[in-house]
Nanobody
C-alpha cells in the first residue's frame, strides 16, 4: 500500500526559505511521478511542482523561479526547495505520487500525503 509522509513545514518570515520533504513507501519511486500540491485557505488544491521518472519538472507559475523539486530514487524521497517565500505561499502542502512515467496537466493523483502546513508571515 502506497504511503506518503511529508515533513519540513512550519513558520517562516517572508523572504525566507524552507525545504519540504516527502518519503514514499509501498512502491519504488523510480517507477512513478511525484510532486507537490497545496491548498491555500478557502481555495481548491493547486499544483506546485512535479518531477517525472525521467526527471522532467513542471512548476506552477506562482512558484517558478523560486522553487526547485528534486527526487532521490535511492531514498524514495522528493524534496521541494522554496525560496523568497511570500505570505501568499501560506498553505497546506501535499505530496502526491502516481505509478506513471509522466503526467500532463491536469492530472488526478490517486495517492496523497496528509499534508504539512506552511505559514509565511509578512
Amino acid at each position: 500500500q502506497v504511503h506518503l509522509v511529508e515533513s519540513g513545514g512550519g513558520w517562516v518570515q517572508a523572504g525566507g526559505s524552507l525545504v519540504l520533504s516527502c518519503v514514499l513507501s509501498g512502491s519504488p519511486l523510480r517507477v512513478g511521478t511525484m510532486g507537490w500540491y497545496r491548498q491555500l485557505p478557502g481555495k481548491s488544491r493547486e499544483l506546485v511542482a512535479t518531477v517525472t521518472v525521467g526527471g522532467r519538472t513542471d512548476y506552477a507559475d506562482s512558484v517558478k523561479g523560486r522553487s526547485t523539486i528534486s527526487r532521490d530514487d535511492a531514498k524514495n524521497s522528493v524534496d521541494l526547495q522554496m525560496n523568497d517565500l511570500k505570505p501568499d505561499d501560506t498553505a497546506v502542502y501535499y505530496c502526491v505520487f502516481e505509478k506513471v512515467v509522466t503526467v500532463r496537466r491536469p492530472y488526478e493523483y490517486d495517492h496523497w500525503g496528509q499534508g504539512t502546513q506552511v505559514i509565511v508571515s509578512s
